[in-house]
């Protein structure tokens, strides 16, 4: 295990009807206006966004609004958010959505007080801005991203088609609530892109060359079965709120990098899923399920270990001296729970044409995500050159 | 699952060689002069305090020292510190040492500030203080009791021979070191002690009646799998500093409450053991190991099925329909593993005579931990009244 040193500071609020106490839960965090940034459609039609202003206006907290979120949120929106922001003296954003809505409402958060144009801090891996973010709290309408108690945002320029991120540990959300009641009405496919997001959150974490960390091994291992199986209830019956409580909570422990303490991380599949959603607008999860089987296939036999290790303790099955079969046969079934909840198996069911240029999205990705050298390369427990990446991508067209 | 509100505000700090960070990593948490209070012998000895005053001087930190600390920490030392902290306007309380060096930190943090006698605070369950806490900081030199990222403090009273403990969130320090390499001169009985004490912290919110609680479920296997793991690691070998670094961890996420989010606990084991502590001064988790077994005992009939899960799960044994069989043979391992640590396994080992006076020690840990009925019981899967505590102090008698 590598050294760390991690504070995870959101006050996370969990339970069936905690969402109607969000002024209570807030008054004493804020010293000013807020504003409440959230989509459209589902949380305007099944109310809840008029039980928050409701509670808002129990507690007496001054807010103004900015609606109109949409998936791989828009950088643009952000821009607006941040003019509304400064034109209203707002002190902290309360964002009620899935990780896009969060996503968005971090971006606003850091460019409030931040004179440079927002684009240019996502732009940049590593930057640092000159001032300290707004705070950040959230209801959560959609478990998935595990933005919720994470200091991660990502966001989208429809101009130049990117999909990038930034990190700044004053975006963990100071509250967080997480009422499963909300989840009720999301489509199946809602849930089943979020449970493979929360899956593949924390194989970007748990497939490292870091030794030594038997403890976060055990804990990814039981989050991720914890998810598989949460998933499968949801599939059967989208009514089941325990089932949804579960998950839900899996998806936080997920991406707050509790199970990534110590370790190398990965997020390759991360960024050779984000040029899938910046080139053609698929959805994150949808995009994952095409990418993540075909990344496991060709970097596997560097680190057989780890590998062996997940198809045992994750996917159940019987330990084999045959390595390579017990790993392809953990692979195998990680294919049949994605096909069982719904979700895509190639860049052909998402809609994604044969003649794509998959040269430039693995050049695009490696930049990204491998840094500024000469041959950025996709890290994880085998380093992807941007040739490795176009023939994945090539390996799950079809 | 049950309804919860979750911070944990520490700073976690891990790795070997961390420790001599510490000024560098305090200077932004202080506003002016602090207490450095340790134990005695071994941080001495090993020159941990020598190091720690020299970075605490390095950053230019005020302090005034506070030493003496011993097992079962004294409520009398606590007062002597607050008296100190007082004159000196200490503004935090920072720890070297164990759970009980830390446990008095957090004695003297709550009483610097507040005018009641600080045994009153402990002496009435739920009481609160007029006024918070000082900060408490971390350096842990014993991983066991899980102090360092807990808001709870035990304390003793040699004169009423009373061991009682207070709960405030804002005990839960605000830095915490986990130097591994600092374990590396423990003896082996301290180990075993520890790794018992850890376990016992994650079976007083595992054994539960609180139902839909698959994540936590999975967690707490987990971390109870490693815990066992790494102490089997360390009674081979007690140099194996990375084996040292997954134990500590997982003390730590033993005792944090995230095993515990949402669910019912119990500390009918901690409350039976304290007993011992408080008359026989035998340490924690030597009492624990004695005592646990005969709870189990006497208590899975009232929950056969998470005794069962937590016999297959954690103690590894295959499933079978014969329930009660398989959970006689978990806790046959659990007794087997204690015995392997060179843990004692009777009152009679730990010293404690036949004709001890059992039935007052059940009344009063009722007592403690049953709150202020007229009839209190130890809560848990099957609330153990006063008669049944003295019976299960009897069953471990020889």
Redesign the interface.
């Given at each position: 295990?590598?050294?760390?040193?991690?504070?995870?500071?959101?006050?996370?609020?969990?339970?069936?009807?905690?969402h109607l106490n969000i002024g209570k839960l807030l008054s004493p965090l804020i010293s000013g206006r807020i504003l409440l940034h959230y989509g459209g459609g589902s949380v305007i039609r099944t109310g809840t966004i008029e039980r928050i202003r409701n509670s808002l206006d129990a507690a007496g907290i001054s807010y103004v609004e900015l609606g109109g979120v949409k998936p791989n949120p828009s950088v643009a929106l952000v821009r607006q958010g941040i003019e509304l922001c400064r034109k209203e003296g707002v002190t902290l954003v309360l964002a009620v959505g899935g990780g896009s809505v969060i996503d968005s409402a971090k971006g606003i958060a850091v460019g409030t007080p931040n004179t440079c144009d927002i684009w240019e801090l996502y732009s940049h891996k590593g930057s640092i801005p000159e001032h300290n973010p707004l705070p950040v709290a959230t209801v959560l309408t959609l478990p998935a991203a595990g933005s919720e108690n994470s200091p991660n945002t990502v966001l989208s320029d429809e101009q130049t088609k990117r999909k990038l991120g930034f990190k700044h540990m004053m975006l963990r959300p100071v509250l967080s609530i997480v009422d499963p009641t909300l989840f009720l009405t999301l489509p199946k496919e809602q849930m089943a892109y979020g449970a493979c997001d929360m899956l593949c959150h924390i194989f970007e974490r748990y497939f490292t060359n870091t030794t030594?960390t038997?403890?976060t091994d055990?804990?990814a291992?039981?989050?991720m079965?914890?998810i598989m199986?949460?998933a499968r209830k949801l599939n059967r019956n989208l009514a089941d709120v325990?089932a949804w409580?579960?998950l839900a909570?899996?998806g936080t422990?997920a991406h707050n990098d509790?199970l990534g303490?110590?370790r190398e991380q990965s997020w390759a599949c991360h960024g050779l899923e984000h040029e899938l959603s910046a080139l053609y607008d698929v959805p994150h999860g949808a995009g994952l399920a095409v990418i993540v089987p075909a990344y496991m296939e060709a970097v596997w036999p560097a680190n057989a270990g780890i590998f062996a290790q997940w198809a045992v303790n994750v996917m159940g099955v019987a330990p084999h001296r045959d390595t390579a079969a017990v790993i392809q046969e953990g692979i195998s079934r990680l294919r049949s729970w994605y096909r069982e909840l719904g979700l895509p198996q190639t860049m052909q069911e998402l809609g994604i044409p044969a003649n794509a240029d998959f040269d430039a999205m693995a050049q695009a990705a490696c930049h990204v995500y491998g840094g500024g050298v000469a041959t950025p390369t996709l890290p994880g427990v085998h380093p992807i050159t941007a040739k490795e990446a176009a023939d994945i991508y090539k390996a799950a067209a079809i």
């Open positions: 295990m590598l050294n760390f040193n991690y504070c995870n500071s959101t006050r996370y609020v969990y339970g069936p009807g905690e030594q038997d403890l055990a804990l291992e039981a989050t079965r914890t199986l949460e325990d409580g579960q909570l899996s422990i509790l303490l110590g």
